[in-house]
């Protein structure tokens, strides 16, 4: 990881514990759960946010105003709109999308929950989504939520990444396998 994205991450990090333990102390995790689904869209959806919360042209004062704006237009808890403007105050909003990142994976991990990246040749039929879900689970041993994409340069098969794990069952990668072995004979 390169230094400013640890720092960013790091920062998103102290900010995602204090709003987290706040919320779990409130017994508000369903709320916050909800904030951070609001708020990924909006971030997602707007090039105008993204743009308001990485400007440094706009002062403290014009970030905390338009990131209020945007936390009462999402209606988003309380905890979670002082910390926005906390860090408008502190020009931290830059690291707003890692913030989103990091609450979900605390509010993940306080269900049980993890998620899973996988890619396929193919589009998952909802019966193969839910039917992969339940093994992943059997598996880690926790409730898991999928994430899919489509890469038809896999041909086949299926690359599946849980945290740090993955596992490789595409085509592509045997084919792979093979031209290195048949490179390692010849």
């Known amino acids: 990881m390169s230094e400013p994205a640890s720092i960013s991450t790091g920062i998103a990090s102290r900010y995602a514990t204090a709003v987290f333990d ?11 759960e909800g904030d951070i689904d609001s708020l990924d869209a909006a971030l997602t959806a707007s090039a105008d946010l993204r743009a308001v919360i990485a400007s440094p042209v706009l002062t403290r004062d014009e970030q905390a105003r338009a990131i209020t704006a945007v936390a009462d237009a999402l209606g988003l808890s309380v905890v979670l709109k002082n910390t926005l403007a906390l860090m408008a105050a502190k020009r931290r909003l830059f690291v707003l999308p890692q913030l989103v990142a990091e609450l979900r994976a605390r509010v ?4 049980g929950e993890v998620f899973a ?11 193969q989504a839910t039917k992969l879900a339940e093994v992943l689970s059997a598996k880690v041993g926790k409730t898991v939520k999928l994430n899919a994409t489509v890469d038809p340069a896999l041909i ?31």
């Open 22 to 32: 706040l919320m779990v102390e409130e017994g508000a995790l369903p709320a916050l």
């Open 108 to 111: 993940m991990a306080a269900k």
């Open 117 to 127: 990246e996988v890619v396929s040749a193919k589009a998952l039929t909802a019966t």
């Open 156 to 186: 086949g098969g299926l690359v599946v990444k849980i945290g740090s794990k993955m596992i490789d069952t595409s085509v592509a990668s045997k084919l792979q396998a093979l031209q290195n072995t048949m490179k390692e004979v010849g």
